[in-house]
């Protein structure tokens, strides 16, 4: 019995003293336990950026406006004046005929699903085609004909409108140079060239043909043609091969090669070895002169000259009829 009651008297003073190391708790919290989440350093010491900010794009960079040089405003312009525009006038059919000059730049129209035909000269060459932009626009090549009349067309068309590019062509001949402008529906279905400089030559070549072929003079007869003529002198290229009269004219051939180089001025020479320069026409490789002498000269050259003496060996110009 009094064991008891010292067991009661023990666990009535520990009471007290457990109490006090025990916070209170406010009668409105909850019974379950709080519980705070782990922060790590590295979270605690950076907040994290909001989502939205991480959506965002990034603004592009821009770019400060540089005024052209005066260098380049001249390549702008030198290339304005240089380029050649299709004409109403140069059309021939559908297909746009540009004349040919070395440095123009000829403006091309196409379109997306339509090729537009580029032929060259008949017989020329294609050696190679170059384009600013062959990721958007195809350009090819192809040929039609043949022998003398094979011609090689360049195929082009671009993927979309509102593009711009150039092509250079070169040839066994000459250099094309195009600025190509694709369009939403409108293009040049063909274009080709006409070449006056080859035309000129062309002429030229026909004519020299026509007056190779022409007598010297009309009307000569065999037993009227004098040629007691002597040839002395220096020995150039242009050396006369003989000379001779018919009583009225002197004829004074010449080789073909004259036609090659520069022809030299004719004087008569008289009795006191004096030269003065004759009137003569140049017919094929002839000089015509219009009269009768006995002494002439052809020089040619300045610091050294060359120099051909014509002399008549037989009856003098005085004997002569028409002299």
Known sequence: MKSAILAATALTAAVPAFAQTVPSVPATTPSAPVIAPATSAATSATPAAPAEALSMPTPPAHHRYRRPSPAELRVRAANRAATLEPASDGYLNAVQVYPWSDGTIYHVFTAPGAVTDIALQPGETLVAVAAGDTVRWVIGDTTSGSGDTKRTHILAKPFSAGLTTNVVITTDRRTYHLALTSTDHTAMAALSWTYPADQLIALKAA???????????????????????????????????????????????????????????????????????????????????DRLFDTAELRLGLKHQDVVRISRTGEPVSGRRGS
């Open 207 to 289: 004519a020299d043909q026509a007056r190779a072929a022409a007598p010297v003079a009309s009307g000569l007869q065999v037993d009227q043609l004098h040629f007691d003529y002597a040839i002395t002198g220096d020995q150039p290229a242009w050396r006369p091969l003989r000379a001779f009269d018919d009583g009225r004219q002197t004829f004074i051939e010449f080789p073909a090669s004259l036609d090659t180089g520069e022809a030299p001025p004719l004087f008569l020479v008289d009795a006191k070895g004096t030269a003065s320069l004759v009137n003569y026409r140049v017919q094929g490789r002839y000089y015509v002169v």
